[in-house]
């Protein structure tokens, strides 16, 4: 079955700097690439949606200049938060999206930012 | 029975027992509509999903109903078991499985051995 690879798995990091998360596709080429956010007992929130070597679409209120989004290959997106406050501390969560495959979870990465 | 948390209403079952989970959707555009299990710390994982065209869907020990005049999605669990305890999430989308997923607030089950 398909599977995406989310790295890391959880990540500290202090105020102010920047941190990428990765996910990659394992065994299929992912057109589309969803990027979801999760606060502790809440829902996964939609945060952008990108399709590989176009640029991102990002939700209503998800800042596209904090939460940069690459999708370079058919294998790999990246997301990057850029200068991390405490408020961005949360659950992120990639999904991919190729054909028949549906929707396929990424493990999920828990940032934490002191 | 079920109560309202913080965020997330609680679903509490014994083992063995039936478990049926409620989902309001919102988009009546919506086509395709997918139950997910989310275990703490991990990401979502695929239940069942059911189109638009159908109104019931039946996999192992597990039942999605769809009642598109009301916007209910319904997950049912049968002789639910320890294993099952979750936070459990419906999805929605348009565009067969093409648009973007939307999800629900969630339901957590908690079943007592």
């Known amino acids: 079955g398909a599977v995406v690879s989310q790295h890391p798995s959880w990540v500290i990091c202090k105020s102010g700097t920047s941190v990428k998360i990765e996910c990659r596709s394992l065994d299929f080429q992912a057109t589309t690439m969803f990027w979801y956010r999760q606060f502790p007992k809440q829902s996964l929130m939609l945060m952008a949606t990108s399709n590989e070597g176009s640029k991102a679409t990002y939700e209503q209120g998800v800042e596209k200049d904090k939460f940069l989004i690459n999708h370079a290959s058919l294998t790999l997106s990246t997301l990057t938060v850029t200068s991390a406050h405490p408020e961005d501390s949360s659950f992120y969560i990639c999904?991919?999206?190729?054909?028949?495959?549906?929707?396929?979870f990424g493990s999920g990465t828990r940032l934490t930012v002191v | 029975g079920e109560s309202v948390g913080l965020h997330l209403p609680t679903l509490s079952v014994q083992e063995g027992d039936n478990s049926i989970i409620n989902c309001a959707y919102s988009n009546s555009a919506s086509d395709y509509f997918i139950w997910y299990k989310q275990e703490s710390g991990k990401g979502p994982q695929f239940i069942i999903d059911i189109r638009s065209n159908m109104d019931k869907r039946q996999g192992q020990r597990v039942t999605v109903l769809l009642n598109k005049t009301v916007k209910h999605l319904s997950l049912q669990i049968a002789a639910t078991q320890p294993g099952d305890s979750a936070v459990y999430f419906c999805?929605?989308?348009?565009?067969?499985?093409?648009?973007?997923?939307?999800f629900g607030k969630g339901t957590k089950l908690s079943v007592k051995p």
């Open positions: 999805a929605e989308t348009y565009g067969g499985s093409q648009g973007n997923l939307i």
């Open positions: 999904s991919a999206r190729a054909g028949d495959y549906g929707y396929t």
